[in-house]
């Protein structure tokens, strides 16, 4: 008799799991304020009209390497990933990513536009659906610049009128940009110039005159701390780190918009899920870049939805009620000079410039 | 009883000989030690042992090129790389039914990224010339030289086919060349262009920051040691819970620590100001280079030198010194020639277990290195999670593993194994 109960719970427990794991799925994330946008905008209201429940797992930092390893060990436990876009690059060409038929798989804008033309440029990939444009851009401590705030990028390269320390990211990717931009190159012809040794060499002269002044970061969070610590005056980060810096604490920060480098953020499916979860994930996907709940995760972050029709939708901050619409890195007052990440150029370039700069930063 | 059975084999009870049954029981004994162990046994081969074999044979597996590419491998048997000449039309054709079958397989972009870790433009060249060449006809199309050159004109490069040609060997020493500073070309071993050297140094600089480590938290550990290993039960417990305290507290929140206190706006440079001692324009630069990250990192390694050498100072037999010292012998020798030998395998357990701890660390040198500061295992995580050349990757690790062999090996050689003790 005791045993038959044992079993019959045990089995009930089986059944429960299973239909528990049935309405589950595992988004992974960047964490922090991003994925409490997502919770937000995306998540909540879609357990809200489904029932399924989303685990979230803040791993997106080393999506790629572990969705490789999942991949070869025939396991993959997520459903939805979120990376940026040259990392979504990277999954599609080693087959870890679901290729996305975009008109079909993703919503309409409310005037009927296609998903294709509605997004526009920025589907850079086959496997990737944007969300967000984010902005790498620089910010400065406006009570150590005196009365002469600086309005263009080349400041940064400008130790006469602005002495002390500026934060620059650990990797060539943006700083070849801006050191070849302020060494005299056209805007045009930046991406032809380094292609070339000879253009790498340029831009690593370029920034060897700011060397000794520079604090390397790999943390998106170093540069507001380092701007909030009065380490450096002025530093390059996401935007919306910025913003928050600003707007939520107040720092005596100020944005430097100019040149600042486009990327794109988004959604990317795992290869290999057994044809139910895809089957789920694509209709999670379908929710969560529609026009409206693009438009809604502005009211949490400061980064510009990815779909042209979302863009008058963007209302006010949550919390802070100030108008969100001048804070997005695509504000045309804003995006007077801007880069987009050259996906296809650093795709090809990034392992063997990467080894020059590691070799230039070690010497 | 007979003088035979006297110089026969000596019998057990059962009759048979002894040394047969000897040898039983003692294999049985043996297999069941065997099975008492084999959960434990088991458990290390598949989660330790197996994955470090397999992630060590990708530093030469590199089956991806004749794999996808298996028609034109074979031809490019019979072209002549040192020729200058372009392919004849057969291999385009081989080359144009592979592309096909793997594109079909999503498997040539896989490759492009392979090979653009050779040749840079190779990924984009495979990705871009995989949307038309999809749409070609492997019979019905040919011939395919010119049509593929008119696809991407890199197909009409010859270096562009050496490389694939070079590269084409199922297994290959070019990640540990890679490893190395040098790379594999259709001309043999080269060194890398001056500008891209950097792994020999980091390698260098590994160790050497190691060793300096190592070094200085034998220096500051000793002194501690000694004095929890002397004091009273009641005080050296106290004295414990500090030197623990910082043990149990997350790594990322002590180097963080380190951050605060060290940065040029930090807690030292802040007082050093106030009292003076530093002018405001002249703050000292303590964090973000080498010294910075020889401060974090003993800092956290120290508890692993403090336990052992603790625990074998405990076990040094005080009478041992009082002897000495009532034969005359002064408190320096008393300490040289009778304590510290004694306390030797403390320092050989504890120097072992820092440094090998250290020539891994990765998180902190990232944190507060700078860079100057930053040690191999940085670059090995950048193979792993961003440029996904796990090939190059595991290539270093294999390299890292049989520096900590070899040092291991010179360790036993000088100061030998058995001098090593953990309590």
């Not at chain 2, 004694?342 to 357990?349: E, F």
Request: aromatic share 10%.
């Amino acid at each position: 008799m005791k045993i038959t109960k044992t079993t019959l719970m045990a089995s009930a427990i089986v059944a429960v799991a299973g239909a528990a794991s049935a309405e589950e799925m595992t988004i992974v994330s960047w964490g922090g304020a991003y994925s409490k946008s997502q919770l937000k905008a995306y998540h909540e209201p879609y357990s809200e009209k489904t029932g399924v429940t989303i685990l979230n797992d803040d791993s997106s930092a080393e999506a790629v390497a572990k969705l490789r390893a999942m991949n070869e060990a025939g396991n993959v436990t997520w459903d939805v990933v979120d990376v940026v876009a040259a990392d979504a690059i990277r999954l599609c060409d080693e087959g870890l990513a679901l290729e996305i038929d975009f008109d079909t798989q993703l919503a309409p804008a409310p005037d009927g536009t296609s998903a294709s033309d509605d997004f526009g440029d920025l589907l850079v990939s086959d496997c990737f659906i944007p969300q967000i444009v984010y902005s790498t851009t620089f910010g400065y401590r406006t009570d150590l610049v005196g009365d002469n705030p600086p309005t263009e990028i080349c400041a940064v390269f400008d130790l006469e009128n602005y002495p002390g320390k500026r934060s620059l990211e650990k990797r060539p990717i943006n700083n070849m940009e801006w050191a070849l931009l302020c060494d005299g190159v056209a805007k045009d012809d930046v991406y032809d110039v380094l292609a070339t040794p000879e253009g790498q060499d340029q831009a690593l002269a370029k920034l060897d005159t700011i060397k000794d002044s520079v604090v390397w970061w790999s943390a998106g969070a170093d540069t507001p701390q380092l701007l909030a610590d009065g380490e450096v005056i002025m530093g390059s980060t996401y935007n919306g780190r910025l913003f928050s810096v600003i707007e939520e604490q107040k720092q005596p920060v100020a944005m430097l918009w100019d040149a600042q480098v486009f990327d794109l953020d988004g959604w990317i499916i795992p290869a290999g899920l057994s044809e139910e979860r895809q089957q789920r994930a694509l209709d999670y996907i379908m929710f969560a870049t529609d026009t409206q709940r693009l438009a809604d995760q502005a009211k949490y972050i400061s980064y510009g939805p990815a779909r042209a029709s979302s863009a008058p939708l963007v209302g006010q901050h949550a919390d802070l009620g100030i108008d969100m619409a001048p804070h997005m890195p695509t504000d045309p007052e804003n995006a007077k000079n801007t880069f987009l990440y050259n996906y296809e150029f650093w795709a090809d370039y990034r392992d063997d410039i990467d080894a020059k700069f590691q070799a230039w930063l070690a010497k | 009883m007979t003088d035979a059975t006297q110089s026969g084999p000596m019998l057990a009870a059962d009759g048979t000989p002894l040394k047969k049954s000897l040898a039983r029981s003692l294999r049985r004994r043996k297999l069941r030690a065997l099975a008492l162990i084999a959960p434990l046994l088991l458990f290390v081969l598949l989660s330790f042992v197996i994955p470090i074999v397999s992630m060590l044979f990708r530093s030469v597996e590199n089956g991806i090129v004749s794999q996808t590419l298996p028609l034109t491998v074979v031809e490019l048997q019979n072209w002549d790389a040192e020729s200058g000449e372009l392919p004849d039309e057969a291999l385009y054709a081989a080359f144009a039914k592979d592309m096909v079958a793997a594109i079909d397989a999503k498997e040539h972009t896989k490759l492009g990224s392979r090979l653009n870790y050779e040749q840079t433009g190779m990924s984009s060249m495979f990705r871009q010339s995989g949307r038309k060449i999809k749409r070609l006809d492997p019979e019905a199309d040919a011939p395919f030289k010119e049509k593929l050159i008119e696809i991407h004109d890199g197909w009409g490069d010859v270096n562009i086919w050496r490389v694939i040609k070079t590269h084409a060997v199922p297994i290959t020493n070019g990640y540990f060349l890679n490893a190395v500073d040098m790379q594999r070309t259709p001309e043999g071993a080269q060194a890398q262009p001056e500008d891209k050297r950097i792994l020999i140094k980091l390698f260098g600089r590994t160790l050497f920051m190691s060793l300096i480590i190592t070094g200085s938290c034998i220096l500051l550990a000793y002194p501690i040691s000694y004095l929890l290993a002397n004091l009273p039960m009641r005080v050296s417990n106290m004295l414990m819970i500090l030197v623990l305290l910082p043990f149990w507290t997350s790594l990322l929140v002590r180097t963080s620590a380190w951050k605060v206190m060290l940065q040029q706006q930090g807690v030292i440079n802040e007082t050093l100001v106030w009292l003076g001692f530093v002018a405001d324009d002249a703050r000292l630069v303590i964090i973000n280079n080498q010294f910075g990250t020889i401060i974090a990192m003993t800092h956290i390694l120290l508890p692993f030198m403090i336990l052992p050498m603790y625990s074998v100072m405990q076990t040094i037999p005080p009478t041992y010194t009082r002897a000495a010292k009532s034969m005359g012998a002064t408190n320096w020798t008393t300490f040289w020639r009778i304590y510290f030998p004694q306390s030797i395998p403390g320092i050989g357990a504890g120097s072992i277990l820092v440094f090998i701890l250290a020539i891994g660390y990765y998180i902190t040198p990232e944190i507060v290195g700078g860079t100057k500061g930053v040690f191999i295992s940085n670059r090995i995580a950048y193979h792993i999670s961003s440029s996904l050349n796990w090939g190059l990757a595991a290539a270093l690790g294999t390299i890292l593993l049989a520096v900590v062999l070899l040092l291991y090996w010179c360790y036993d050689k000088i100061v030998g194994i058995d001098n090593v003790k953990l309590g």
